[in-house]
């Protein structure tokens, strides 16, 4: 299974989403959550400023999620959801994915489509790694979560500035007499 590229791009949607509405840094604005939807390959165009706060209260939903502490709880939680969001999983075929599945209803409206697509996707995640490629940033006094869909998945940071931070610090501590 690809876990980078269009087919997990609902793992890195969560996670700015999560940090948008949930982190101290964080910014929720309606032209942030356009760009968020820009940035990750949604239909952005079909974002209304009326829907902010369902995007708002699904970051909120999620952020547990990073926070779990053990497979089992994740587990727990994505079901719960899973059960929650009406999922109707069918093939699509356009650009600029080509091929690839969809998970909500056709009908279904920009945010009720992103809740499934997130869903999905975290699930997928799991289901290859566990708990082993999210979390919260490990540098201290960081609230930010992050997803690793790297190859080597060491990540433990949110951002290359909290992870330089962080190495520095422990460079000085090392150094002290
Ligand atoms: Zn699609
Ligand atoms: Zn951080």
């Not at 791009?9 to 939807?37: M, Q, Y």
């Not at 990750?40 to 779990?68: C, K, V």
């Not at 009720?112 to 082993?132: C, D, I, K």
Request: charged content about 25%.
């Amino acid at each position: 299974m690809r876990i980078t590229g269009y087919k997990s791009h609902g793992v890195s949607a969560a996670v700015a989403l999560v940090n948008a509405v949930t982190s101290v840094s964080g910014d929720a604005s309606v032209d942030a959550l356009r760009r968020i939807l820009r940035d990750n390959e949604f239909i952005w165009q079909e974002f209304e400023a009326r829907d902010a706060e369902a995007f708002r209260h699904w970051g909120r939903t999620l952020r547990p999620f990073f926070e779990a502490a053990t497979v089992e709880e994740a587990m727990a939680l994505l079901n719960e959801l899973m059960l929650e969001i009406p999922m109707h999983p069918h093939l699509a075929d356009h650009e600029p994915h080509g091929l690839h599945m969809h998970y909500a209803p056709p009908s279904s409206r920009l945010p009720h489509r992103f809740r499934a697509t997130t869903l999905m996707n975290l699930a997928e995640l799991v289901v290859e790694h566990g708990l082993g490629r999210t979390g919260v940033c490990a540098a201290g006094g960081c609230d930010r979560v992050y997803a690793d869909t790297s190859r080597s998945g060491r990540r433990r940071f949110c951002s290359e500035t909290c992870a330089n931070r962080t190495n520095v610090a422990a460079f000085r501590a090392r150094r002290r007499p």
